[in-house]
């Protein structure tokens, strides 16, 4: 019995690592369709949201199958447990992601962020690719010195997001209200993505050492 429980634990990890993965690539594809009010690469990323959807629920059936047929105890539910809330986060990942396509997309042909704050997004959207690749890895490798590396990256999301609302709120800002509202919520989408990333490696962090992490 704890063999097949090791097993199944081993391919819900497997299948989280995807999601974050998956989440970084849809971020990746996202932050093009911004930069480049391409309205083809934000349709796909929209189209694919649905398949990502369908290996979220995948996981969570993993993960509740665990709990009712390997009566897993001890750490082992501690882990189970960890890893629902990994798919969770992961998943928010996506849909975030989503959002930032599903912007590009209403703002089409026009371009959803003004020229002067496009150097943000482009920060922000490497941040967020290099992270979600990141931390589809550290859920591989349950590596907690690479998943407490994490914390620098974030920190240099929520930088650049501090940065990015002073230029909106600067009375200099000629965009207009719908620009502002746009670059607000798109500026929260990539920060809110780094914070869910961050969120798992404090996870893998805890399973790893038993101490939670900072």
Same mark, same amino acid.
């Given at each position: ?53 369908? #290996?979220?629920? +995948?996981?969570?059936? !993993? *993960?509740?199958?665990?709990? @009712? =047929?390997?009566?897993? /105890? &001890?750490?082992?539910? $501690?882990?189970?447990? #960890?890893?629902? +809330?990994?798919?969770? !986060? *992961?998943?928010?990942?996506? @849909? =975030?992601?989503?959002? /930032? &396509?599903?912007?590009? $997309? ?9 020229? !002067?704050?496009?150097?943000?997004? @482009?920060?922000?959207?490497?941040? &967020? ?13 349950? !590596? ?71």
């Amino acid at each position: 019995m704890r063999t097949a429980y090791h097993h199944q634990l081993d391919a819900l990890k497997r299948g989280i690592g995807d999601l974050c993965g998956l989440s970084g690539a849809a971020m990746q594809r996202a932050t093009q369709a911004l930069l480049e009010a391409d309205i083809g690469v934000a349709e796909a990323v929209i189209s694919q949201h649905e398949s990502f959807l369908a #290996a979220v629920g +995948q996981a969570e059936t !993993d *993960a509740f199958n665990l709990l @009712a =047929l390997q009566a897993p /105890v &001890a750490t082992e539910l $501690r882990a189970v447990f #960890a890893n629902l +809330q990994n798919v969770a !986060d *992961a998943d928010r990942m996506g @849909a =975030l992601a989503l959002h /930032v &396509a599903q912007i590009a $997309r209403r703002r089409h042909p026009a371009h959803a962020i003004p020229d !002067d704050v496009t150097g943000y997004f @482009a920060e922000m959207g490497r941040i &967020a690719v290099r992270t979600g690749g990141e931390i589809r890895d550290i859920v591989l490798s349950s !590596d907690p010195d690479r998943a407490a590396t994490l914390a620098d990256k974030d920190d240099a999301m929520d930088d650049l997001h501090r940065r990015l609302f002073s230029v909106v709120m600067d009375p200099e800002w000629r965009h207009g209200v719908a620009a502002a509202v746009d670059v607000t919520l798109l500026g929260r989408y990539y920060e809110r993505f780094a914070d869910h990333a961050v969120q798992i490696g404090r996870r893998v962090i805890f399973q790893a050492t038993g101490t939670p992490a900072a």
